[in-house]
């Protein structure tokens, strides 16, 4: 988030789009609910799906699924018409403002009605609203960036930001929120193929040079290596033979599941370290009992770039060690000495090598977590980003033109579905399903669908009702809804029985490697 | 030069804002004065009185919690007259339900009589869930009183445990009003209300139906405000004494907000979580999933050995063979085929220090940049 949590009570404007934020980040929503009801916002909901925010929204925006970029750009369109736009902003923190005005100039409110079905009217009473306001705030999640036009949609957002001067000040921002508690640190800490740690380039040779003498290492490659989802056709193709996957559960998680099943048993060796025997780690060669938070000491990084204390509370099952430990052993064993008495010595280390955190300790976050940046020890952290500049000095508008998902529907599979989370249950359940009570409130998979739809294929609530995709079929039970929306359906992912993710489309964003779980086509029939 | 307005409170002499109540005043400058319903980040309601203060002038005994620090007032907190009031206040809640802790009293005849009959209606032979944990046994403690001098009133409504995770005991209820404003005023739920009037006054869910079929979605936010037994969770219900457990700070493992957590350690276990109060990001809220989804730490389904598969089928190893192979076939197929023929998949799960040490093993040890983790999935 470029904004704290708590900002979001600052807004007088809450823009949400894409979050099911009641459901999927609970407390957070708490902050968003409150400013309505107490603080006078204004909250905006942009979402295909009737979620509960809609009942504390002024406005609710219904898109077409997959259609993001057209309604930004339609919004963008009225604030620019209607001299909306934060000049001042736009003169002194932007450049490309011409590029953007030109493409944007015919996603007037009527053209972006046929697109995305939302009503020029509202269209334009959501930009005024959101415009006008001293202070506005966008809160998104995985329904803007698990498209093929992900990262479009993600652009696209900040543009509204920038164009209105929504960004750098309180109340403000562009605020992804992280499904996963420790994503942000993830990223932090360079689980991603192009870059190390804090966003620092593989492909900059000064980095990579850093980092081998930090290490005591040559021959790092400077080539960006391959996102998880070009990792497994490569494993399919057979060329990519190896793989050591860490407390990940990718054979519920993973798009086009079936493909990604064929593709991981065609791996020569596969190891996985988790705290359950998974659904992936049964295809393992080895796996490797590891420990669960509760276990060790560390940090998590949460959605606000707060770095917080992780505390070892009980001692390990069995035999089972903290993850670090495992990996240090493996790499000691294949030459290279890793050796750590405890994991505030492995902070350290990152705090010397990752700019961003520099300036942490564990004895400065022990009471409260402090937001990175911050890069030296003097340094208080850094809870707004952009307060002065960007980090490429001037902020850059991405004239972005919509383009359809790469599914629709058709004759053979007329319906929508669209996949996401759900309140009770956890990712792929490993965790949450060990509990009586929230599986007592959400026993297993479901098919949300409207009345009208139900009606229209004769399925009662509780119906047992097939699912079909061009890639896979599931069977799960009805759940007539008044959330869904009619011509699409919704299905939790969570649930191996049923996995949503037999039907999903692994079509990918081309520069995120995100996969489009929010789209895709299927078709429906009474299950016998 | 502004003239600074000024407060006397138990005879000194304090300056306020303009928005402060006497409650704040008193609590900024260390005077403590006890409340039941007053639940920070709210609407004060008054509901309680036990706050009742002395305010020179003033006809009544002024609740402090809502009531405005103004200029030139005088206020005592402990007078004999306000103690007078809270101990009145104090035996008529002790009176009013279960309430039996040891505060109750045991010179009455009654005692035994009114034991056996909370035993039997909480189907328990223990003290009451919370003795221990309790702001009115605290209050009972500190102005010395006991629940005998009025007559217990009948119990009107049956505990409620048909919920995942809450019980709701009715018989223990004070009315003070503050689940209803967790629920409302913080979490904004809005599954709860007052419901009915006078002595029949329940805090109801959906027209007085049992929290599962009402809009709660058990984040447990009334549970932790609840200064009496009333709430409880249902795990921890008789089974946790506060005085059993050590408590660890730590962070959520769920969603990406970061809740502040306390793990409620017993035995090796942990028994109960509840929120870190005042503190950033969640100031002591949580969800169902943070506050209740911990039976995954001690489940019985935990791998606790290394394990080899061979024909298809697993078996256990020692660490030092698991290690030995891991590392071994990684760098076999490293040499044989390449740094780009094998991948790491890090996790949003673990540490940040992890995540490095993957990121580090991947790029300085296996030379590769195929790292990647499933969160964006
Ligand atoms: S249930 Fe607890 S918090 Fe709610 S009114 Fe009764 S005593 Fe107060
Ligand atoms: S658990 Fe949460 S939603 Fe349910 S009644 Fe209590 S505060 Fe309200
Ligand atoms: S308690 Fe709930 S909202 Fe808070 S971090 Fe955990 S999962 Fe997220
Ligand atoms: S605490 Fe002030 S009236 Fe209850």
Request: proline letters at 10%.
């Given at each position: 988030m470029t904004n704290t949590i708590a900002d979001i009570e600052e807004a007088d404007v809450i823009l949400v789009t894409g979050s099911n934020t009641t459901e999927n980040h609970p407390v957070l929503s708490a902050f968003v609910k409150r400013a309505v009801k107490f603080k006078g916002a204004k909250l905006i909901v942009v979402d295909p799906r009737r979620i509960k925010l809609t009942q504390f929204a002024d406005l609710w925006l219904r898109p077409n699924l997959g259609t993001d970029v057209a309604w930004i750009n339609g919004m963008m369109n009225v604030i620019i018409n209607e001299g909306l736009l934060d000049e001042d902003f736009v003169d002194r923190r932007t450049e490309g403002f011409e590029a953007l005005r030109k493409v944007v100039e015919k996603y007037d409110p009527e053209f972006v009605e046929g697109i995305t079905g939302i009503p020029a009217e509202a269209l334009r009473a959501a930009a005024r609203l959101y415009g006008k306001a001293g202070a506005a705030s966008i809160l998104y999640c995985m329904g803007i960036t698990?498209?093929?036009t992900g990262t479009d949609n993600v652009k696209s957002l900040a543009n509204l930001a920038m164009l209105t001067g929504n960004?750098?000040?309180?109340?403000?921002g562009v605020n992804p929120l992280r499904g996963q508690n420790n994503v942000q640190g993830a990223c932090d800490m360079g689980?991603?193929?192009?870059?190390?740690?804090?966003?620092?380039?593989?492909?900059?040779l000064a980095v990579v040079k850093k980092m081998e003498d930090a290490w005591g290492?040559?021959?790092?490659?400077t080539k960006p290596g391959l996102t998880v989802t070009k990792m497994i056709p490569m494993a399919h193709e057979g060329r990519l033979k190896a793989l050591y996957i860490m407390?990940?559960?990718?054979?519920?998680?993973?798009?086009d599941l079936n493909h990604a099943e064929k593709s991981i048993k065609n791996l020569d060796f596969l190891v996985v370290q988790d705290i359950f025997l998974t659904e992936t780690a049964q295809l393992a060669d080895v796996v490797l009992p590891s420990t669960c938070f509760a276990e060790k000491d560390g940090t998590f990084s949460n959605t606000e770039r707060r770095v917080q204390r992780v505390r070892k509370a009980l001692e390990p099952p069995g035999e089972s060690m903290e993850d670090w430990k495992i990996i240090c052993s493996v790499a000691t064993r294949m030459g290279y000495e890793m050796k750590y008495p405890d994991s505030e010595a492995i902070f350290n280390e990152i705090a010397r090598v990752t700019p961003s955190y520099a300036g942490l300790s564990y004895a400065r976050i022990e009471k409260e977590g402090l937001h990175w940046p911050?890069?030296?020890?003097e340094h208080p952290g850094t809870?707004?980003?952009?307060?002065?500049?960007f980090a490429r000095g001037r902020g850059l508008f991405h004239a972005i033109e919509w383009i359809p998902p790469s599914e629709q529907t058709d004759d053979e599979y007329p319906m929508y579905l669209t996949t996401g989370r759900i309140l009770y249950q956890y990712h792929t359940?490993?965790?949450?399903?060990?509990t009586g009570g929230l599986n007592f409130k959400a026993p297993e998979a479901f098919v949300e669908i409207s009345a009208a739809d139900a009606a229209r294929y004769r399925l009662a609530d509780g119906d047992m009702v097939r699912v079909s995709s061009r890639r896979g079929e599931i069977v799960a039970r009805v759940k007539v809804s008044s959330k869904a929306v009619d011509g699409t359906i919704f299905i939790p992912?969570?649930?191996?029985?049923?996995?949503a993710n037999r039907l999903t489309?692994?079509?990918?964003?081309?520069?995120?490697?995100?996969?489009?779980?929010k789209v895709c086509a299927v078709r429906i029939s009474k299950a016998a | 030069m502004t003239t600074s307005k000024i407060i006397t409170i138990n005879g000194r002499e304090l300056t306020f804002e303009n928005d402060e109540t006497i409650l704040e005043v008193a609590r900024r400058n260390g005077i403590e004065i006890p409340t039941l319903c007053h639940l920070k980040g709210t609407q004060p309601t008054?509901?309680?009185?036990?706050?009742v203060v002395e305010v020179e002038g003033a006809r009544n005994l002024m609740p402090a919690c809502c009531t405005p620090a103004a200029d030139k007032m005088v206020v005592r907190t402990e007078s004999p007259q306000v103690v007078a009031a809270r101990r009145l206040i104090i035996q008529l809640m002790l009176a009013?339900?279960?309430?039996?802790?040891?505060?109750?009293?045991?010179?009455?005849?009654?005692w035994t009589a009114f034991q056996l009959k909370v035993q039997e209606e909480d189907g328990?032979?223990?003290?009451?869930?919370?003795w221990g944990d309790c702001r009115l046994q605290d209050l009972a403690y500190r102005y010395q009183?006991?629940?005998?001098r009025f007559d217990a009133t009948v119990n009107r409504y049956p505990i409620e445990d048909?919920?995942?995770?809450i019980v709701r005991d009715?018989?223990?209820?004070?009315?003070?009003?503050r689940c209803v404003q967790a629920c409302c005023?913080?979490?904004?739920?809005?599954a709860i209300s007052f419901g009915y009037?006078?002595?029949?006054?329940k805090i109801i869910a959906a027209g007085d139906r049992p929290l599962k079929d009402?809009?709660?979605?058990?984040?447990g936010e009334c549970v932790q405000v609840c200064?009496?037994?009333?709430?409880?969770?249902k795990e921890a219900r008789?089974?946790?004494?506060?005085?059993e457990t050590g408590k660890v700070r730590t962070t959520c493992?769920?969603?990406?907000?970061g809740c502040q957590i306390l793990l409620h350690v017993k035995d090796g276990k942990v028994v109960k979580v509840t929120g870190v109060p005042?503190?950033?990001?969640?100031?002591?809220s949580l969800c169902v999933k943070g506050r209740f989804g911990f039976d995954f730490i001690n489940s019985?389904?935990?791998?606790t050995k290394p394990l080899i598969k061979e024909n298809g089928k697993f078996r256990e190893a020692d660490w030092d063979e698991a290690l030995d192979l891991v590392a071994g076939r990684f760098r076999e197929i490293v040499e044989k085929n390449?740094?780009?023929?094998v991948g790491v998949l890090t996790s949003a799960r673990v540490t940040n220090e992890e995540n490095y040490i993957a990121n580090k093993f991947a790029?300085?040890?296996?030379?590769?940049?195929?790292i990647d983790h499933c969160a964006r999935l």
């Open positions: 698990q498209h093929t960004l750098g000040r309180p109340g403000t689980g991603l193929p192009n870059v190390f740690s804090g966003y620092q380039p593989v492909t900059d290492v040559s021959g790092i490659p407390g990940e559960n990718p054979l519920v998680s993973d798009p911050c890069p030296s020890a809870p707004i980003l952009h307060t002065q500049q359940g490993t965790m949450t399903m060990k992912f969570h649930f191996a029985r049923a996995a489309n692994a079509a990918l964003d081309p520069v995120s490697g995100i996969p489009e779980y | 008054g509901a309680c009185r036990i706050c009013s339900g279960n309430h039996n802790c040891a505060i109750r009293g045991s010179d009455n005849q009654d328990s032979s223990d003290l009451c869930p919370v009183v006991s629940g005998e048909v919920n995942p995770f009715f018989s223990r209820c004070i009315l003070c009003g005023e913080v979490q904004v739920n809005n009037r006078g002595p029949f006054s009402s809009d709660c979605v058990f984040c200064p009496v037994g009333a709430l409880v969770e008789y089974r946790v004494r506060p005085w493992t769920y969603c990406g907000v005042d503190s950033p990001p969640n100031h002591g019985e389904k935990r791998l390449g740094s780009e023929s790029r300085a040890v296996l030379k590769t940049n195929n």
